[in-house]
């Protein structure tokens, strides 16, 4: 008989295997939206997924703008796809902190006046296999949802106004999913409060993250019902899902001509620096779902969660 992990292992590669196939066909002049000039800005992007979608985005003829905190290293990581010939600049960014961010505005302002497409990649995870320590937790929650957050509040008006609109991709992950087989998130008071998007704000995703960092200060986060694996990194996960269906929400007001649409992807488990390369797939493969939703051709499609091509539920 064969067991439910093989079955989703043989889902998955089945999958995959589709994906690799759709990855072949060109898209068409009229799906292209983007041209040489469209902009496209990746975070964390000196290794890992974020590298890979620079090279994906540039291989389908966008500018981008490989970032990254240590400019040494970001560097010499631009430097190979420059060498490959793509149409790559770099400047560093670190998310945590606000005169890099500002640095990096005025810099894009002087330099290309507007981007079309922010990737927010930047990420931190300090547990792997079976660890759960929470004792880096404010690091985590800070980069990957506050970083995150703040990067976006200084990017958006730097978003250029298009008919095609402007694109925000979050990278997250399916261990921030509030419902479904895999989720292990028993406070159902979070859980009722994250899901209810007409009334969710971003003062109740702030205000659910301070709660679980109160917790952990008091260690009283184990019985908080929180997810029970990668706990800090779930809950930063779970915030920034839910952010983005608050941007998503906020931005759809913005009059045609001058939309902005923004959704989350999980990448999958991938073999990375963050999982001690022991995922199941390739950082090109955990790239993919990230690089089709930036150059989705009819995005009237905002505020959802992806993988592997296919919306998921939060
Ligand atoms: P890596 O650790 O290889 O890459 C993370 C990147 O984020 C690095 O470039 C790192 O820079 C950068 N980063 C961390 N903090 C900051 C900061 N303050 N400012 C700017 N950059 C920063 O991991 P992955 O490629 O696997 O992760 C990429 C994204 O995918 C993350 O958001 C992660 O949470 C998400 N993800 C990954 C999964 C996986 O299985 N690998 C699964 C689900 C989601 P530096 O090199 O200097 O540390």
Sequence with gaps: MVG????????????????????????????????????AVVTG????IGFEMVRQL?????????????????????????EGGFNVD???LDILDSCSIQDFCKWIKEKYGFIDVLINNAGV???IGTNNSVEFSHMVISTNYYGT????????????????GARIVNVTSRLGRLKGRHSKLENEAVRAKLMDVESLTEETVDKTVSEFLIQVEEGTWESGGWPHSFTDYSVSKMAVNAYTRVLAKELSERAEGKKIYANCFCPGWVKTAMTGYAGNIS?????DTGVWLALLPDQAITGKFFAERREINF
């Design 4 to 39: 439910s992990k093989e079955k989703s292992k043989e889902k998955r590669d089945k999958r995959l295997q589709e994906i690799s196939l759709l990855r072949t066909i060109p898209y068409s002049d009229h799906q292209r939206w983007w041209t040489s000039e469209t902009v």
């Design 45 to 48: 992007a000196n290794r890992g």
């Design 58 to 82: 540039a291989g389908h003829g966008l500018t981008v703008i490989l970032t990254s905190r240590d400019e040494n290293v970001g560097v010499e990581a631009a430097k190979i796809l420059q």
């Design 90 to 92: 770099f400047h560093r």
């Design 125 to 127: 995870n300090y547990n």
């Design 149 to 164: 957050k703040n990067i976006i509040n200084a990017m958006v008006p730097l978003m250029r106004h298009a008919s095609s």
């Design 283 to 287: 950082a090109e493969d955990g790239a």
